[in-house]
Nanobody, 123 residues
Framework: EDQVESGGGSVQAGESLRLSCAAS??????????IAWYRQAPGPWSSCELV?????????RYSESVKGRFTISQDATKNTVYLQMNNLKPEDAAVYYC??????????????WGRGTQVTVSS
């Protein structure tokens, strides 16, 4: 697995992080696909959550759990995708993955995804 994602860390509730995704490989392999951020929280009962997506044209979508706090963006080349996470909450703690938008995914990561980046939020 390549190191696609970066920027995770340990923060206090209310603080911010910005995640980065090296998306060029996904753009080449899946040129018609949006790029998505997924997250997998710890625990046997958690599922993979589709957090946000961005299209090649810049159209964005967010899950209700992060709407208003997270912002997805991409650089001018569209090969780096960012996830700005503000006002982080303990429930945002997870491993975050960047991948082509594959809709609902039961468990992260899927084959071909990166290693993810860990986000820890303490209250």
């Amino acid at each position: 697995e390549d190191q696609v994602e970066s920027g995770g860390g340990s923060v206090q509730a209310g603080e911010s992080l910005r995640l980065s995704c090296a998306a060029s490989r996904f753009r080449l392999m899946f040129p018609l696909s949006d790029i998505a951020w997924y997250r997998q929280a710890p625990g046997p009962w958690s599922s993979c959550e589709l957090v946000s997506t961005i299209s090649d044209g810049g159209h964005t979508r967010y899950s209700e759990s992060v709407k208003g706090r997270f912002t997805i963006s991409q650089d001018a080349t569209k090969n780096t995708v960012y996830l700005q996470m503000n006002n982080l909450k303990p429930e945002d703690a997870a491993v975050y993955y960047c991948a082509p938008d594959d809709g609902a995914v039961e468990q992260c990561p899927l084959e071909g995804w990166g290693r993810g980046t860990q986000v820890t939020v303490s209250s």
